[in-house]
């Protein structure tokens, strides 16, 4: 299973940007999909994920991020709105083979599968 994480960038607070994970080596309908970043200096941390009973979302984060897919393309999306300085950090996207409980689904330690990052800047 591959994972290859693209659309980070450079834009201001308030703007939006939207992650693309492209998975290949499994469907995307069968496994647990998770977004994750790390700010120099500190752990990753989670930031949403996907599995078959639906989203789940770091509370910080809960209403400026949305999770998606694309079946067909099997691509998972991070929608990020009302980017703030502080979301700035390696974006990672990481899949788990089948469905999870939800403390799995949140955990980085759930995950089998991690993509190469993808740097997002948010400038005040």
């Known amino acids: 299973v591959q994972l290859q994480a693209s659309g980070g960038g450079l834009v201001q607070a308030g703007g939006s940007l939207r992650l693309s994970c492209a998975v290949s080596?499994?469907?995307?309908?069968?496994?647990?999909m998770g977004w994750f970043r790390r700010v120099p200096g500190k752990d990753r941390e989670f930031v949403a994920a996907?599995?078959?009973?639906?989203?789940t979302y770091a509370n910080s984060l809960k209403g400026r991020f949305t999770i998606s897919r694309d079946n067909g393309k099997n691509t998972v999306y991070l929608q990020m709105n009302s980017l703030e300085p502080e979301d700035t950090a390696v974006y990672y996207c990481?899949?788990?083979?089948?469905?999870?409980?939800?403390?799995?689904?949140?955990?980085?330690?759930?995950?089998?599968?991690w993509g190469q990052g993808t740097q997002v800047t948010v400038s005040s």
């Open positions: 996907m599995r078959a009973q639906g989203t």
């Open positions: 990481a899949a788990r083979p089948g469905n999870s409980i939800l403390t799995v689904a949140r955990s980085e330690g759930g995950y089998d599968y």
């Open positions: 080596g499994r469907a995307i309908s069968s496994t647990t």
